[in-house]
């Protein structure tokens, strides 16, 4: 079957996987990691395309007429709450023109047995990019599809929500050749071609506002991930983003990952991270494996809040972490969620007085959002601060989605994009950039996204 893995054209640049959909916050764009992950499962059976509006900049015209050029029979597409309105115009033009539509996104993870309900044109919604749930039902054997909502012939809508109790997965080596080359951003790679890679699918831990909390854990074999690391390397990448959302949860086998790629010796790269994971022999295993920054959340300054959402670490051990990792040589960037229901003026100046504290290389804030399928999700709607109706929202910032106990949504807006200003511009801040830049590239990716950050929080 000829199948289409689509990323869809958007007004804005739309960061839509791994089950999160928002606004990029500067200009960064990196892989869709769930179309990259599927992309090896549907190329071993299917004649398959990639297109990545976003990355290519395409129109909606533009790309329905590259679409058209590939006359796919299905469709297998990315959508997000970020970008609903559009996607659901968007494709269901598409299967007016009698193709089948799949599609994966957080708008869909939760109510798809309803949103199926209201969209004719989707034949089914995967909640799941790491099985053989899309090679199933594109060929319409419905018996084993575990994590999926699908309608059956009799036009009935079935959600298959098995227990995501499997501890490893495997799948075939994602086609990153089928990418387009150019277009994606990364503001903290070093080098311009990189690859983003996933060593583990969602995550052990329970943060009770983060949809990856939700999917399982599991691992990939780490030989399947040095297979598709070296066949990147062979085409010339040498610089990685692991998506995995907490790297080093199995210690020795990242240390093993590590081992391999010191090996190797010849990538650099990023990761996320916790806190609470980040001793010094993983540390030290990364740095000498090419590690050069490290994403941590930090989340909050007060420790009610990080036990109220259940992150499991005290602000204290942030700030020792932190430390840690910048003895090691590390960049670090800090994320953090503002705009929870207690959040107040004070206790988002105590946030950015943490931020400044840590010494970060660059902070990250993000806008608490009423995620589909998670704990958080269903206290707002008992508190009364998000309808079942809402489906629209962008914790990038460029709205607030929620108000909190003592803040409306506009003063909201207002104080974090005066965090942002006052956090990227201190004179210390950019001297210590501007020292810190490693090459052309790198200074040029910093003005441009630096710029495109201060834009959005002017
Ligand atoms: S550790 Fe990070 S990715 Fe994992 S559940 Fe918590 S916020 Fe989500």
């Given at each position: 079957?000829?199948?289409l893995l689509?990323?869809?054209?958007?007004?804005?640049v739309?960061i839509?996987?791994?089950?999160?959909?928002?606004?990029s916050?500067?200009?960064?764009?990196?892989?869709?990691?769930?179309?990259?992950?599927?992309s090896?499962?549907?190329a071993?059976?299917?004649?398959?395309s990639v297109?990545?509006c976003?990355?290519e900049?395409?129109?909606?015209r533009?790309?329905e007429?590259?679409?058209?050029?590939?006359?796919?029979?299905?469709?297998v597409?990315?959508?997000?709450?970020?970008?609903w309105?559009?996607?659901?115009?968007f494709?269901?033009?598409?299967?007016?023109r009698g193709?089948?539509?799949?599609?994966?996104?957080?708008v869909?993870?939760?109510?798809?047995a309803l949103?199926?309900?209201?969209?004719?044109?989707l034949?089914?919604a995967?909640?799941?990019?790491?099985?053989?749930?899309?090679?199933k039902?594109?060929?319409?054997e419905h018996?084993?599809?575990?994590?999926?909502t699908?309608r059956v012939p009799s036009?009935?809508?079935?959600?298959r929500?098995?227990?995501?109790?499997?501890?490893?997965?495997?799948?075939?080596?994602?086609?990153?050749?089928l990418?387009?080359?150019?277009?994606y951003r990364?503001?903290?790679?070093?080098?311009?071609?990189?690859?983003?890679?996933?060593?583990?699918?969602g995550?052990?831990?329970?943060?009770?506002?983060?949809?990856?909390?939700?999917?399982?854990?599991?691992?990939?074999?780490?030989?399947?991930?040095?297979?598709?690391?070296?066949?990147?390397?062979?085409?010339?990448?040498?610089?990685?983003?692991?998506?995995?959302?907490?790297?080093?949860?199995?210690?020795?086998?990242?240390?093993?990952?590590?081992?391999?790629?010191?090996?190797?010796?010849?990538?650099?790269?990023?990761?996320?991270?916790?806190?609470d994971r980040v001793?010094d022999?993983?540390?030290?295993?990364?740095?000498?494996?090419?590690?050069?920054?490290?994403i941590?959340?930090?989340?909050?300054a007060?420790?009610?809040?990080?036990?109220?959402?259940?992150?499991?670490?005290?602000v204290?051990?942030?700030?020792?972490a932190?430390?840690?990792?910048?003895?090691?040589?590390?960049?670090?960037?800090g994320?953090?969620?503002?705009g929870?229901?207690e959040?107040?003026?004070?206790?988002?100046?105590?946030?950015l007085?943490?931020?400044l504290?840590?010494?970060?290389?660059?902070?990250?804030l993000?806008?608490?959002?009423?995620?589909?399928?998670?704990?958080?999700?269903?206290?707002?709607?008992?508190?009364?601060?998000?309808?079942?109706n809402d489906?629209?929202?962008?914790q990038?910032?460029?709205?607030?989605?929620?108000?909190?106990?003592?803040?409306d949504?506009?003063t909201?807006l207002?104080?974090?994009?005066?965090?942002?200003?006052r956090f990227?511009?201190?004179?210390?801040f950019?001297?210590?950039r501007?020292?810190a830049?490693?090459?052309?590239?790198?200074?040029?990716a910093?003005?441009?996204?630096g710029?495109?950050?201060?834009?959005r929080?002017?």
């Open positions: 079957m000829r199948v689509l990323n869809p054209p958007g007004e804005r739309y839509r996987d791994y089950f999160c959909s928002k606004t916050k500067s200009n960064y764009l990196f892989h869709p990691v769930d179309l990259l992950v599927l090896g499962t549907l071993e059976e299917h004649e398959l297109l990545d976003i990355a900049g395409l129109s909606p533009a790309a007429a590259r679409i058209d050029t590939v006359a796919p029979e299905a469709v597409s990315l959508v997000g709450s970020v970008s309105e559009e996607d659901r115009v494709l269901a033009r598409q299967a007016r193709r089948r539509i799949l599609a994966i996104g957080d869909l993870h939760g109510d798809a949103r199926l309900a209201e969209e004719p044109w034949e089914a995967l909640d799941d990019f790491a099985n053989e749930d899309v090679i039902l594109l060929a319409g018996a084993g599809v575990q994590q999926a699908f036009g009935e809508i079935v959600t929500e098995e227990p995501r109790s499997a501890k490893s997965f495997r799948v075939p080596r994602p086609r990153h050749e990418f387009p080359s150019r277009g990364f503001s903290f790679s070093r080098k311009k071609t990189f690859a983003t890679v996933l060593t583990d699918y995550c052990p831990y329970p943060c009770s506002f983060c949809v990856i909390s939700t999917l399982g854990f599991r691992v990939r074999a780490v030989e399947d991930v040095l297979e598709e690391i070296d066949a990147l390397r062979a085409a010339g990448v040498r610089e990685l983003f692991f998506m995995d959302q907490t790297f080093g949860v199995q210690e020795q086998r990242a240390l093993e990952l590590c081992a391999a790629l010191e090996e190797r010796g010849d990538l650099s790269w990023t990761a996320f991270s916790r806190p001793g022999e993983l540390l030290s295993a990364m740095a000498r494996a090419g590690c050069h920054t490290l941590m959340g930090v989340e909050s007060s420790d009610e809040l990080l036990a109220l959402y259940e992150k499991g670490y005290t204290s051990l942030v700030v020792e932190f430390a840690r990792v910048r003895r090691h040589g590390l960049r670090t960037v994320t953090f969620i503002i929870l229901p959040e107040s003026e004070a206790s988002l100046r105590a946030t007085e943490l931020a504290k840590l010494e970060l290389d660059f902070m990250s993000n806008m608490a959002v009423p995620r589909f399928g998670t704990p958080f999700r269903a206290r707002a709607l008992d508190l009364g601060l998000t309808g079942s489906l629209v929202m962008d990038a910032g460029t709205q607030a989605t929620l108000s909190t106990s003592t803040l949504r506009a909201m207002r104080l974090k994009k005066r965090m942002v200003r990227y511009l201190r004179p210390s950019l001297g210590r501007l020292l830049v490693g090459s052309w590239h790198e200074a040029l910093q003005v441009r996204e710029l495109a950050l201060l834009r929080n002017a």
